[in-house]
């Protein structure tokens, strides 16, 4: 979980406005990540491998790029089913840790290599994440009415924040949790409840949006918040939808009427 700024989530747990919970990626940020947008994910880790991965891969180091890609998408495709089914998160340092062994390398490195080769990834994919449309104009002019906060699946937290801080938005979130930081993900209701205690609310007041029907919407509903939901295609609502959207600028109308 990252905390944006100690004071301010102090402030905001006494502060009476309602609370906007936002969905990161897909819903504020494009990402190249293993879900979305694998190859772009890959030529992210094909941008680190020389300076800091290879370098540790002792019997292994001279192995090509391209072979070694094919044993971090192994490792990626094994650690995202594991996710999926048991909605425990895994990590970026769990990735590569399993790509190094699917390598064949026999003295593996410490735990903290490890979480360096995690960090220059996330930086390279937070270097590489796209605002979506709507977001810049969205985000400011709802903090300055609403508490703000995100609830995230992804396997590297300090991505998130990162991502939005390049765009200067973070500052208008007063917490970011993400699911690699609580060991759940959404939407079970161990992700969203670092989030809920950082901002009280009642449930009446407390709006979650995003554009994953089952992470950011059911399983929101489930404790009991309003949603929104971004599907500019959708055809047919599920009753767990409270609004729907079809484009993230439509969101301060709706959160208006909702909290009058």
Not at 44 to 66: F, K, L, N, Q, T
Not at 122 to 130: C, L
Not at 137 to 150: C, H, N, S
Not at 203 to 218: A, E, H, Q, S, Y
């Amino acid at each position: 979980m990252t905390l944006v700024n100690g004071s301010r989530q102090a402030a905001a747990r006494s502060d009476d406005r309602p609370v906007v919970l936002f969905d990161w990626g897909e819903t504020l940020m494009w990402i190249p990540g293993m879900i979305h947008d694998p190859d772009r994910h890959l030529a992210c880790v094909e941008r680190i491998y020389a300076a800091d991965i290879a370098p540790h891969m002792a019997d292994r180091s001279e192995m090509p790029v391209g072979m070694f890609i094919e044993h971090y998408l192994l490792a990626c495709r094994r650690q995202i089913a594991y996710s999926k089914e048991t909605q425990r998160e895994h990590s970026f340092a769990d990735r590569f840790a399993m790509a190094f062994e699917l390598a064949g390398v026999k003295v593996l490195p410490a735990a903290d290599r490890f979480a360096r080769m995690a960090d220059a990834l996330g930086h390279e994919v937070a270097q590489n994440a796209r605002l979506l449309d709507g977001a810049a104009e969205v985000i400011p002019r709802l903090a300055a009415l609403y508490r703000l906060g995100v609830v995230s699946n992804y396997p590297h937290g300090p991505v998130v924040g990162a991502s939005l801080a390049r765009f200067g938005l973070r500052e208008h979130f007063h917490t970011i949790v993400v699911s690699s930081d609580t060991g759940w993900m959404k939407p079970h209701a161990d992700c969203y409840r670092p989030a809920l205690a950082a901002l009280p609310a009642s449930p009446g007041r407390t709006l979650m949006v995003g554009d994953d029907l089952t992470n950011d919407i059911k399983g929101a509903k489930a404790l009991g918040l309003f949603t929104a939901w971004i599907a500019p295609h959708a055809t047919e609502l599920h009753a767990d939808v409270d609004i729907h959207l079809k484009a993230l600028a439509e969101l301060p109308a709706h959160c208006e009427r909702l909290f009058a």
